[in-house]
């Protein structure tokens, strides 16, 4: 019954350094997608996909690339991390993109970029 | 534009209360979803309840209800007899064709409750 996993649940990078935060759901969820939260906001899209080989640009897409080579997987890579890129980071996926569909959520990861 | 508004940035209700969030919501698209999530202090995101814009009836789970007026484009959630682990932020969000079916998120709602 895993759902929606992400890693890692926290991490700290030096500023103009890359990593990748993995996401996997285990649904069959034709939808997923990269959401960032900062205090005192609301989440805001930074990138998604509506299927295996689609992606598309979210709200807040620079700094940031996806891919979708499988429907399980949706990898958020930061090129060169700054520290406006401090936040949480939460993946999410649904059935589909419908307007019907609720998203299921993953646990969120903690990024400092210093 | 698509836009979600929660006018309440915090609120105190005393235990066993009943609480309504309010939620508005800017669409032009007949066709739309509105969702609320809570997100206690441990961070995780929990779907609370749905409403679409075709639905005759308000939607429930729970001690949750959705009051939906669709003429003033509103979908507040009330919570019946809080209870102290109902403190938390809560988010609404919309999803309708005009944004490509992506959610629209308010900046939440912090609700105490007071024992």
């Known amino acids: 019954n895993a759902g929606v996993t992400q890693t890692p649940k926290f991490q700290v990078l030096k500023t103009g350094q890359s990593m990748t935060l993995q996401c996997a759901q285990d649904?069959?969820?034709?939808?997923m997608s990269w959401y960032r939260q900062d205090p005192g906001m609301g989440l805001r899209l930074i990138h998604y996909?509506?299927?295996?080989?689609?992606?598309d640009q979210g709200e807040v897409p620079n700094g940031y690339n996806v891919s979708r080579s499988t429907t399980e997987d949706f990898p958020l890579r930061l090129l060169s991390a700054a520290p406006s890129q401090t936040s949480v980071y939460f993946c999410?996926?649904?059935?589909?993109?419908?307007?019907?569909?609720?998203?299921?959520f993953g646990s969120g990861t903690q990024l400092s970029v210093l | 534009a698509q836009k979600i508004t929660q006018t309440q940035p915090g609120m105190f209700v005393q235990e066993k209360e009943a609480v309504t969030l309010d939620c508005t919501y800017d669409?032009?698209?007949?066709?739309?979803?509105l969702f609320w999530y809570k997100q206690p202090s441990s961070g995780e995101m929990i779907f609370l309840i749905y409403?679409?814009?075709?639905d005759q009836q308000n939607a429930t789970e729970g001690r949750y209800s959705l009051n939906f007026q669709k003429a003033r484009k509103s979908a507040n959630l009330v919570i019946s007899a809080s209870q102290l682990g109902d403190s938390a932020m809560y988010f609404c969000?919309?999803?309708?064709?005009?944004?490509?079916?992506?959610?629209?998120w308010g900046a939440g709602t912090k609700l105490i409750i007071k024992p």
């Open positions: 996909s509506v299927g295996a080989g689609i992606t």
């Open positions: 999410a996926s649904s059935y589909s993109p419908g307007r019907g569909k609720k998203l299921f």
């Open positions: 669409t032009s698209d007949p066709s739309y979803g």
């Open positions: 409403q679409g814009s075709y």
């Open positions: 649904m069959n969820h034709e939808y």
């Open positions: 969000a919309m999803r309708d064709t005009d944004s490509n079916y992506q959610l629209i």
